[in-house]
């Protein structure tokens, strides 16, 4: 043999050799970088979800169905309107399988009236200054149905009659936000500004906090008044309904239009759900972007997985009578495992520090969609490294291995 012209082109088969490893190992950490932050992403979004199932809402939302009647102001004015809603309910708890039912112009977890007030007995405020709070007309039984208990003083009742002082009830934080000292009942509030004043009334009841902008904010201070004394305010109201456990709600449903049907047979029924799909609203967002993350995700993991394994394996066959040499020299084939998989992780390693730079910026940019939970939350960046750092482990072991098998005499005689 010309000894000179075999390792000439032994070098040029070596050299190629290193250049296609470098092509590939270029690829596999493109793969690994968008295969972590894409897990990243679902993480954050799968623990925001998980974050958001916990929160309290403030009421209990098991077997209640809600629904909306609008009633023409041609023809309801005034008390017609409190009076429509009070017999509607009555007639309505008639029905078996209906525990209780009630009436609101809003209901939790969605009040978005905000109605600026004054504290009449203190110190008197520019318009601008004047405290709000979310605003909600409710009958008496809203409470009950909903689940929203009494905390302080007393609920609705038929003395809040119209003409009478106005009785309000607010949530804790109201009381604890605009009444530090804790003196809230019995406490004297206008509505309006100075230029638009309103009613006056007395705070008779506090009722605990529900989450009354969504479960994804803060609850805000929310003020309660009387259907009956505020009737003629609103002509779009909910008809709320406790369903009896073992009744499907929405079953009540042709019983509850012929009620309506009773009273005046042109008002329709519509916005029907029930309170856990008002509430599953809230997790629709994160819920449809979690899955498309989830999914990207999945594929990515699949391809820089096989990317590994088919870079490493091809990587292998290349250095087969490389690795007969180490092996016929005496190379154990623990050693030969741990340099074949110390070199393929090389390019993930770097995969994953580039992976968690891009998983950061995702982390800022889905803020947005994220409760409870940091764009860049350790834990799921270190659970999300943790599995496709094991599975890039793996599938760079099982061709490392079967290369440690291999036997150095047919490994020296390939060609």
Do not use: C
């Amino acid at each position: 043999m010309n000894l000179r012209s075999a390792l000439t082109a032994g070098a040029g088969r070596a050299s190629a050799g290193s250049l296609r490893r470098r092509w590939h190992g270029a690829f596999v950490t493109i793969e690994v970088a968008l295969a972590l932050a894409l897990l990243m992403g679902a993480g954050l979004l799968l623990n925001s979800f998980l974050q958001l199932s916990r929160v309290d809402p403030g009421v209990d939302p098991n077997g209640v169905l809600t629904m909306r009647i609008t009633l023409p102001w041609e023809r309801y004015e005034g008390s017609a309107i409190s009076d429509f809603f009070l017999r509607l309910a009555e007639n309505v708890e008639e029905i078996p399988g209906v525990e209780t039912a009630a009436s609101g112009a809003q209901f939790a977890p969605i009040g978005f009236l905000r109605q600026q007030f004054a504290i009449t007995e203190g110190e008197v405020l520019e318009d601008s200054a004047l405290p709000s709070a979310l605003s909600t007309i409710a009958s008496a039984d809203y409470f009950e149905t909903l689940g929203i208990p009494l905390r302080e003083g007393r609920l609705f009742n038929n003395t809040d009659e119209i003409g009478a002082p106005f009785a309000f009830v607010v949530n804790r934080t109201l009381a604890e936000r605009f009444f530090p000292a804790g003196d809230a009942l019995g406490r004297e509030i206008r509505l309006g500004t100075a230029e638009s004043p309103g009613e006056t009334g007395r705070i008779l009841g506090i009722v605990n906090d529900t989450r009354n902008r969504g479960l994804q904010v803060d609850t805000q201070p929310e003020l309660y008044a009387s259907l009956r004394q505020a009737s003629g305010v609103f002509n779009q109201i909910y008809l709320i309904l406790r369903i009896a456990d073992g009744v499907e709600p929405r079953s009540v449903l042709p019983a509850v239009r012929a009620a309506v049907s009773e009273i005046d047979a042109d008002q329709p029924v519509y916005n029907i759900q029930t309170l856990d799909e008002a509430f599953s609203t809230g997790f629709a967002t994160q819920g449809l972007a979690m899955q498309l993350l989830s999914v990207f995700a999945g594929f990515a993991l699949l391809i820089a997985a096989i990317g590994v394994y088919g870079v490493v394996s091809y990587a292998v066959a290349e250095r087969t009578r490389e690795i007969g040499v180490r092996m016929a020299l005496g190379a154990g084939s623990g050693s030969v495992r741990k340099l074949i998989v110390r070199q393929a992780l090389l390019p993930v390693s770097i995969g994953v520090v580039l992976g968690v730079a891009m998983s950061i910026g995702l982390g800022r940019a889905m803020s947005g969609l994220l409760f409870g939970v940091g764009g860049g939350d350790p834990w799921t960046l270190a659970i999300v490294t943790a599995v496709l750092g094991t599975i890039a482990l793996l599938a760079s072991y099982v061709p490392a291995r079967r290369a440690s098998a291999t036997d150095p005499v047919v490994a020296l005689r390939s060609s």
